[in-house]
């Protein structure tokens, strides 16, 4: 299926191997420059400073899904080394296929990435466990997700505090959403106390014809309704 910026979250894993291979420093600073902006999601085109380090351009991707932290990072990483990442976790339907464009010609992929719903909760399933590559690879990444804001999908129904949710209402969150026309993605895991559930649900649909988005974000909150269930029953 189709899963917009979902793609980002294997940039984030390949970053974070390298980081423990010692290939990358987080420290490292990378500059942007204007071959690599793109609008929409993000919050480094509004910003005046153009040089940031490798870790905190892994904060504005898993924060704010930043579109242009994606593309610097992804020019110094490479996208063959993502997808050969991705290849080693056994991953055959979920892959990040291109840097992220504000228009997609002929001669591009047809989508950023690509993506299964058993592939992506597994993955989560693993990050949580500590054993996503490693345990210090999975902690780096969850580091990173837990700055995540973007709780519209499933996460709606968790009631948490979008912008301070480390542990709010005895809950712990971390998830990666991607939104295109006719696209709608949310992945991650949700535990409270010793508990620990992972899901992935992504809608595809024709936005030409219908637009189903508030019938899709009603049905991931409905998602999100039974899994708090589960865990505030235990």
Same mark, same amino acid.
Request: aromatic share 2%.
């Given at each position: ?26 420290? @490292?600073?990378?500059?942007? =420059? ?59 339907? @979920? ?18 990435? @690509? ?22 690879? =999975? ?96």
């Amino acid at each position: 299926m189709n899963t917009a910026s979902i793609g980002k979250l294997l940039l984030l894993v390949e970053v974070a191997r390298q980081c423990a291979d010692g290939d990358l420093s987080g420290a @490292t600073l990378l500059r942007r =420059s204007p071959e690599f902006l793109v609008a929409d999601s993000g919050l480094w085109q509004h910003m005046h400073i153009n040089d940031l380090s490798i870790d905190d351009l892994c904060v504005l991707i898993a924060g704010v899904s930043d579109n242009t932290a994606t593309n610097v990072l992804l020019d110094r990483v490479g996208l063959q080394r993502v997808g050969m990442l991705a290849e080693s976790l056994g991953l055959v339907h @979920t892959a990040l296929l291109d840097c992220v464009r504000d228009h997609r010609g002929p001669h591009h992929p047809p989508t950023l990435s @690509t993506g299964s719903a058993s592939e992506l909760s597994r993955l989560m399933g693993q990050l949580a466990r500590r054993e996503l590559v490693s345990p210090t690879v =999975s902690e780096r990444v969850n580091a990173w997700l837990a700055t995540g804001v973007d709780l519209s999908m499933v996460a709606s129904a968790f009631g948490l505090d979008p912008l301070a949710h480390s542990l709010d209402r005895n809950m712990a969150i971390r998830n990666k959403t991607g939104a295109d026309p006719g696209v709608r993605a949310d992945v991650g895991t949700v535990g409270r106390n010793a508990s620990r559930l992972s899901y992935a649900v992504i809608a595809n649909w024709a936005p030409a014809a219908d637009d189903l988005r508030d019938q899709v974000l009603s049905g991931m909150n409905a998602v999100g309704t039974i899994l708090r269930t589960l865990l505030e029953g235990e």
